[in-house]
């Protein structure tokens, strides 16, 4: 038994797959937040050097000046990067998207560091890493 669509119940159907491509066709993707450690075992005297890259979400004053905190859980502590910026003139204003920070452990174990982007009191994204801290020889 072949089945078959009326010529109207076709062009609906075509229609509304139509709007339904439409509507994720245009949307931006969600910004989304990665978090890279070099190296990521070390001793108390190794410099770890964390880059944060941000990529999706548009281009836009929603994702100028951000403020970067580093969150250094193992030793209860953070750091509050707050940008001082020029006022955003849309088509010309770069937006920042790589992040980096330097941090050293004394403590051995795994440490988990967290980066988190905010506008505002709105986080926009985060990401975390563990990196282990061995006795040196």
């Known amino acids: 038994m072949a089945f078959r669509l009326r010529p109207f119940a076709a062009t609906a159907l075509a229609s509304l797959l139509l ?4 509507r994720g066709a245009g949307a931006a993707e969600k910004p989304r937040l990665t978090l890279r450690a070099a190296p990521t075992n070390g001793t108390p005297s190794t410099v770890f050097v964390f880059q944060a890259r941000l990529t999706g979400g548009e281009d836009g004053e929603g994702l100028y ?3 970067t905190e580093w969150i250094w859980e193992e030793q209860a502590d953070s750091s509050l990067n707050e940008a001082e910026c020029p006022p955003y003139k849309a088509g010309e204003t770069p937006i920042e998207r790589t992040f980096s920070e330097e941090q050293s452990f004394r403590s051995l174990g795994t440490h988990v560091v967290k980066v988190v982007l905010r506008k505002g009191e709105r986080e926009i994204a985060s ?3 563990t990196v282990t801290i061995r006795k040196g020889l």
Do not use: G
């Open 127 to 129: 990401a975390a890493i």
């Open 19 to 22: 709007v339904a491509d439409d």
């Open 65 to 67: 000046c951000l403020t």
